[in-house]
């Protein structure tokens, strides 16, 4: 069967852990799949369709790729994840011919995906980035602008100042009153100094 009929309706999307790649196509429009090895084509295979089916069973698909791969533990679920992802791709792109639309790119979708997904993730940090610089921003202004003098505790020294200077002024007045008659008494024995009487003529002291 020469390779030149074939129609690549998807790109050569590789089976993990092995070398091998799976492509899907038309020959002679009917659906065929093919395995390549670097840039060689083991082998092609052309599905017949059951009646009221628009697209081949992955089961045959995986199954003459398990028959036609020189590996013996080759594992089944990655040849049927390989497969499954390349029949979505040839659906979108029968599709596509149907509807008389451009033909897209043959771009593995997963590769998309990823692509897709780390601009995403570049975009969602630098939105993180400025939206916290923003709020530290404002958290700033915020805080400068409620400033407030807080009221001062008044110290006890004025008072206790005043204290002393109000007591200062009853202790000179004290200091200062008028003094009485000084004590008359003598300071050894007591006795009273202050002589009425002359106690030679017994006359009244004036």
């Known amino acids: 069967m020469s390779e030149e009929n074939f129609e690549p309706l998807t790109a050569q999307l590789g089976v993990p852990g092995t070398s091998y790649k799976i492509q899907l196509g038309l020959i002679n429009d009917q659906w065929a799949s093919r395995l390549v090895k ?112 807080l009221p001062t505790i008044p110290s006890a020294t004025p008072s206790t100042q005043t204290k002393s200077s109000q007591a200062q002024p009853a202790i000179s007045n004290a200091a200062n009153a008028p003094q009485g008659d000084k004590s008359h008494f003598c300071p050894y024995c007591g006795k009273d100094l202050e002589w009425k009487y002359c106690p030679y003529c017994g006359k009244k002291l004036t």
């Open 38 to 149: 670097g840039n060689s084509v083991l082998a092609s295979n052309v599905y017949e369709l059951d009646e009221g089916e628009s697209s081949p069973n992955i089961n045959y698909i995986v199954g003459w790729v398990l028959q036609t791969s020189a590996i013996p533990n080759i594992n089944p679920h990655q040849v049927m994840k390989s497969a499954q992802a390349l029949m979505n791709q040839a659906k979108q792109k029968m599709q596509q011919r149907a509807s008389g639309g451009p033909p897209s790119q043959s771009t593995p979708i997963a590769a998309t995906r990823e692509a897709l997904s780390e601009e995403e993730k570049r975009k969602m940090f630098q939105e993180r980035m400025k939206a916290r610089q923003e709020g530290q921003f404002q958290v700033e202004s915020q805080a400068s602008g409620t400033k407030r003098t």
